[in-house]
Nanobody
Framework: QVQLVESGGGLVQAGGSLRLSCAAS????????MGWFRQAPGKEREFVAA????????YYADSVKGRFTISRDNAKATMYLQMNSLRPEDTAVYYC??????????????????WGQGTQVTVSS
């Protein structure tokens, strides 16, 4: 079993920055594709970013491209999401997720086997 714990959420003004972390335990983190998703009230969970096991490939939703950066430190079994130029529409609960076997379907929630409990990000205007 894999446990994922997010941290780093909070309240920030528009234009500000936050860095989210996702700490993993219980399995071989370095072999997983990892992803960030978010869910705003009344909306479906949506893809934000993903990173392959070695960090060689990263993927972003168009809405965050150029503002968010995903990274990982396999030695620390931790993934990060640096969020800059935050906007009110970025307000959501942010979840990290892990995929045991690479499928190439990083955009879809169904590709992921493990999820964290989420961390709230609120951007005020």
């Amino acid at each position: 079993q894999v446990q994922l714990v997010e941290s780093g959420g909070g309240l920030v003004q528009a234009g500000g920055s936050l860095r989210l972390s996702c700490a993993a335990s219980g399995h071989t983190f370095s072999t997983f594709t990892m992803g960030w998703f978010r869910q705003a009230p009344g909306k479906e969970r949506e893809f934000v970013a993903a990173i392959t096991w070695g960090g060689g490939s990263t993927y972003y939703a168009d809405s965050v491209k150029g503002r968010f950066t995903i990274s990982r430190d396999n030695a620390k079994a931790t993934m990060y999401l640096q969020m800059n130029s935050l906007r009110p529409e970025d307000t959501a609960v942010y979840y990290c997720a892990a995929e045991r076997y690479y499928s190439g379907s990083y955009y879809y929630t169904r590709a992921y086997d493990y999820w964290g409990q989420g961390t709230q990000v609120t951007v005020s205007s």
